[in-house]
C-alpha cells in the first residue's frame, strides 16, 4: 500500500504558473505507475497527466499539453506537476493517484490510491 500526499496549490493569476509535488510512502515508489487528475466543482474528475513507472513516458490530455510537465523522482518518491500560463479553467483540487504498474493510465478507475487533494485557483 502507498500513501499520498500532495502539497504546491495556491492561488495564482491567469499566465502565472505553479509546480504541485506529490509525495508516496509505504511501498517501493518506483514500482508504481503514477497519475494526476483535477476535479472543479459540480465536474466529474479529469485525467490531466500521467506517468510510467521509470519516468521515460508520459501522456497529457490535450487541455494541459505543451503547459504542464509531469515527472518523478524516485530517489525523492516524489511526482511533480509543474504548471505554466495558468488559466481559469485549471481551477480545481489537484489529486495525484497511484497504481503498480509499469504502464501508465489517463482512467481515475485505473488507480488505486490517491492522495487528499490541493486546491489550485487561478483568477483572471
Known amino acids: 500500500q502507498v500513501q499520498l500526499v500532495e502539497s504546491g496549490g495556491g492561488a495564482v493569476r491567469a499566465g502565472g504558473s505553479l509546480r504541485l509535488s506529490c509525495a508516496a510512502s509505504?511501498?517501493?515508489?518506483?514500482?508504481?505507475?503514477m497519475g494526476w487528475f483535477r476535479q472543479a466543482p459540480g465536474k466529474e474528475r479529469e485525467f490531466v497527466a500521467a506517468?510510467?513507472?521509470?519516468?521515460?513516458?508520459?501522456y497529457y490530455a490535450d487541455s494541459v499539453k505543451d503547459r504542464f510537465t509531469i515527472s518523478r523522482d524516485n530517489v525523492k518518491d516524489t511526482v511533480y506537476l509543474q504548471m505554466k500560463s495558468l488559466k481559469p479553467e485549471d481551477t480545481a483540487t489537484y489529486y495525484c493517484?497511484?497504481?503498480?504498474?509499469?504502464?501508465?493510465?489517463?482512467?481515475?478507475?485505473?488507480?488505486?490510491?490517491w492522495g487528499q487533494g490541493t486546491q489550485v485557483t487561478v483568477s483572471s
Open positions: 493517484a497511484a497504481r503498480l504498474s509499469t504502464y501508465y493510465y489517463t482512467g481515475p478507475s485505473d488507480y488505486d490510491y
Open positions: 509505504g511501498h517501493t515508489f518506483s514500482s508504481y505507475a
Open positions: 506517468i510510467n513507472y521509470s519516468g521515460g513516458t508520459t
